[in-house]
């Protein structure tokens, strides 16, 4: 349960999108599971960023409605929780995509002082660890306040993932539900900042 109070209302609203378009997707899973693991005080709405089309500059000033349905949720919530797979030592196109469309125009950036949680799972021995120092690195210029931990990196992702999505791990649904509970103090602490300043 949030114990320190919320940001909005009596709910901390927290958006979240997996930087995967495969319809089994192991992150996509871990998704689903933070919204039923999801504190009290709290709520998680997923967004599928498969209608999300390639970032166009020409387009920027009037993107297409899927970008400005994505922006104007971003702006609304409280909180940012990305899953994110690991291709090529990095982030998806997918999801750097959906960022760049996100934080254009320049001066109209939906993701500026957003905290962030990231969590990942891959089939790898690194459990994404490479791809979220990546989307790390991204967040200083979009100016963004991740939160640092706890780390949700999940290896060997058949291991604690079946193939109708479950998360079948105890400890990785632990480390999920440890992530958004901090997720929410991170939130309600910059907030607070935020006004005594």
Known sequence: MVTHGTVKGDVISI???????????????????AVELVPD???????????????????ENEPPATVKAFKAKIKAADAILIATPEYNYSIPGVLKNAIDWASRPYGDNALDGKP?????ASIGMLGTARAQYHLRQTF??????PLNQPEVMVPFATNSINEQGEITDQKTKDKIKELLAALCVWTIQLRRGLERE
């Open 15 to 33: 958006f979240g999108f997996a930087g995967s378009l495969r319809k089994g997707s192991y992150n996509k899973a871990l998704l689903q599971a």
């Open 41 to 59: 005080g709290a709520r998680l709405e997923q967004f599928d960023l498969a209608g999300i089309p390639p970032f166009n500059q020409d387009f």
């Open 116 to 120: 962030v949680a990231i969590m990942g």
């Open 140 to 145: 200083v210029f979009l100016n963004m306040r």
